[in-house]
């Protein structure tokens, strides 16, 4: 596998259940994202690590958790979703955080889309 | 606060040409990402701006004014394969990338 991988693609699940979304990078990349993407709006940062710590939580509802037990995985666990939370959950990648192009370019995967009934 | 705007939709020829404007105002600038998107896919970088001027890579070229807070990207020689969504990012004071919502270009045979 090469670049950023994210499994599942597709998820519906019912504002009860609980499930988790996984990205792996496979680029050595040292920075994950979590972006929330809706139709006709933009790209929505939810949740930044750097060296697996957490650095950005941009006012993300406690029905996200975010997990990041390595440089190279990630997960967003769900839980009591609401029907606006259906969306294209994107991961990205990148080598770093602030340094210049080359380090900060940021790398997607897939997605998964949510349906949450 | 912080805004990107771009249009929301365009319509070319195939082997035209096309300019796709992207306007910001954000809280200091360091640097501008354009990314092209198809649809039920993962955004892919295309270009990279932090000095004002023109960069070319290929058929794709993207423009910088930082003074007046404008970029575009340039398409030539469209093909129909270049239909998708096209995404401006502008990172700012704090290297956050402040995202538009994409223009979505549609090529017509």
């Known amino acids: 596998e090469t670049g950023v991988t994210q499994t599942p693609r597709h998820l519906v699940m019912g504002m009860t259940n609980k499930k988790s979304l996984k990205c792996e990078q496979h680029?050595?990349?040292?920075?994950m994202y979590w972006y929330k993407q809706s139709a006709k709006k933009p790209l929505e940062l939810m949740f930044v690590?750097?060296?697996?710590?957490?650095?950005e939580n941009n006012s993300v509802p406690s029905r996200f958790s975010p997990e990041c037990p390595n440089s190279s995985h990630l997960f967003l666990h769900l839980h009591t979703l609401q029907p606006e939370d259906s969306a294209l959950y994107l991961c990205?990648?990148?080598?770093?955080?602030?340094?210049?192009?080359?380090?900060?370019?940021?790398?997607f995967g897939p997605g998964t889309r949510l349906t949450v009934l | 606060g912080q805004n990107i705007d771009q249009p929301t939709e365009m319509t070319a020829t195939e082997g035209a040409i096309v300019q796709i404007n992207c306007t910001y105002q954000?809280?200091?600038?360091?640097?501008l990402f354009w990314y092209q998107q198809h649809a039920g896919e993962a955004p892919t970088f295309l270009s990279y701006?932090?000095l004002d001027g023109l960069e070319e890579k290929g058929r794709f070229s993207s423009f910088l004014s930082r003074s007046k807070g404008y970029s575009y990207l340039l398409l030539k020689e469209l093909q129909m394969k270049d239909s998708a969504s096209y995404l401006c990012?502008?990172?700012?004071?704090?290297?956050?990338?402040?995202w538009g919502a994409g223009t979505k270009l549609i090529i017509k045979p």
């Open positions: 990205a990648s990148s080598q770093g955080l602030a340094g210049g192009p080359s380090t900060d370019t940021q790398y």
């Open positions: 680029l050595g990349h040292n920075a």
């Open positions: 690590y750097n060296f697996k710590e957490q650095t």
């Open positions: 954000t809280s200091g600038f360091n640097g």
């Open positions: 701006n932090v």
């Open positions: 990012a502008v990172r700012d004071s704090n290297y956050q990338l402040i």
